[in-house]
């Protein structure tokens, strides 16, 4: 499904909260699994020439 604002507020609350407290240097892409998806899709690994 399409990612709703209460999706990335949920993730904001937890990192504003107590139980966030050892979490520190970290990106979180929050996409609802879009970006995994997308590699999935790709195509194989010998598809495009190995450049030097």
């Known amino acids: 499904r399409i990612?709703?604002?209460d999706?990335?507020?949920?993730?904001?609350?937890?990192?504003a909260s107590d139980e966030a407290r050892?979490?520190?240097?970290?990106?979180?892409l929050i996409d609802g699994g879009q970006t995994l998806q997308s590699w999935a899709?790709?195509?194989?690994?010998?598809?495009?020439p190995k450049v030097r």
């Not at 999706?7 to 990192?15: K, N, S």
């Not at 050892?22 to 979180?28: A, C, I, L, N």
């Open 41 to 48: 899709n790709a195509p194989a690994g010998d598809t495009f």
């Open 22 to 28: 050892h979490v520190t240097g970290v990106d979180w």
């Open 7 to 15: 999706d990335v507020a949920a993730a904001v609350a937890f990192l």
């Open 3 to 5: 990612g709703q604002p």
